[in-house]
C-alpha cells in the first residue's frame, strides 16, 4: 500500500459520480469536484436514492421527502458546476446489489464514459462497522459495474442494441475509506463545498453549526499535512 500523500484532484477529465444518497457527495469529494471542474473536468452525478429515509419529522412521507431530496442535490450540483444528475429512485436504506441495479449502473458508464469515477469504498467502509448498507451496497455494486460488467460487449447486451458502446473506466477513487491514501488540499474549495451541502435544507438544523463541524472534520483529516482534506483509496488503472 503507499504512503498517504496530498495528490492533486483529476485534471481536466470525465469524471462520473456514483453516489447513495443525495448530500453524500457534498461530504465526501466535493471538494474534489469543485477544483476538478475548475481546471477542466466535467462531472456528473448518478444518484441512486432519493434519500426517502432522510427525515425526522413525524408527518413527514416518503414521497414528498424523496422530491424535496432531489430538488436539494440540483440546486447543490448547479452550485458545484455538476453538468448532469440522474436519480435511480431506488429505496434509501434498502439498496441490494442485484442484476437490476448493476445494469441501471452499467447503462449510465456507458451513457457517460467517465475516465475516473468517484464512489463509495464497500471493502474498507469508513466508519468501519456502523458504515451504511447503502453505501457499501452501490460501492460494491459499482465496482461490479466498472470491472468487468461495463468493459465487456455481452454483459447488458441489450445496450448495445440500444446504441450503447462498452466502455473502460480508468482510475476509481474511492471515498469513505477507512485506508484512504491519497488526500486533495480542500483549502480553495472547502468555503463552496459548504455552501453546496447547505443547499440540502431539510438535512440543515443549524447551517453555522454545519459549517463550523465541516471545517474541523476538513481540517483533522488533512491534519498529517497542515491542510483541510478530503481522503480517497484511488484505484490506478495502470
Ligand atoms: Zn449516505
Known amino acids: 500500500m503507499p504512503s498517504p500523500a496530498v ?3 483529476p485534471l481536466p477529465v470525465s469524471i462520473m459520480a456514483i453516489a447513495a444518497h443525495p448530500d453524500d457527495i457534498e461530504f465526501w469529494c466535493a471538494g474534489t469536484l469543485i477544483q476538478a471542474i475548475a481546471a477542466g473536468a466535467s462531472a456528473r452525478l448518478l444518484l441512486v436514492t432519493s434519500g426517502d429515509k432522510g427525515s425526522s419529522d413525524p408527518a413527514a412521507i416518503s414521497t414528498v421527502i424523496s422530491r424535496q431530496r432531489e430538488a436539494e442535490a440540483l440546486a447543490a450540483a448547479d452550485l458545484l458546476g455538476i453538468a448532469d444528475v440522474k436519480f435511480l429512485r431506488y429505496p434509501d436504506g434498502e439498496v441490494e446489489n442485484t442484476h437490476a441495479l ?5 447503462y449510465w458508464i456507458r451513457q457517460w464514459r467517465p475516465a ?13 462497522y456502523l458504515s451504511h448498507r447503502d453505501h457499501r451496497t452501490v460501492g460494491r455494486a459499482a465496482l461490479d459495474a466498472v470491472y468487468p460488467l461495463a468493459r465487456d460487449r455481452l454483459s447488458f447486451p441489450e445496450h448495445e442494441a440500444a446504441g450503447l458502446k462498452p466502455h473502460a473506466v480508468g482510475d476509481v477513487w474511492l471515498f469513505a475509506s477507512s485506508v484512504a491514501d491519497s488526500f486533495v488540499d480542500i483549502n480553495a474549495s472547502l468555503d463552496q463545498k459548504i455552501a453546496a451541502r447547505l443547499k440540502h435544507t431539510s438535512q440543515t438544523s443549524d447551517p453555522a453549526a454545519l459549517r463550523e463541524s465541516w471545517m474541523t472534520r476538513a481540517n483533522e483529516i488533512g491534519a498529517a499535512f497542515g491542510v ?3 481522503a480517497f483509496t484511488v484505484l490506478r488503472h495502470h
Open 7 to 9: 495528490v492533486a484532484p
Open 102 to 106: 448493476r445494469g441501471d449502473l452499467v
Open 116 to 128: 475516473v469515477l468517484f464512489t463509495h469504498d464497500p471493502e474498507h467502509p469508513l466508519p468501519a
Open 228 to 230: 483541510p482534506a478530503e
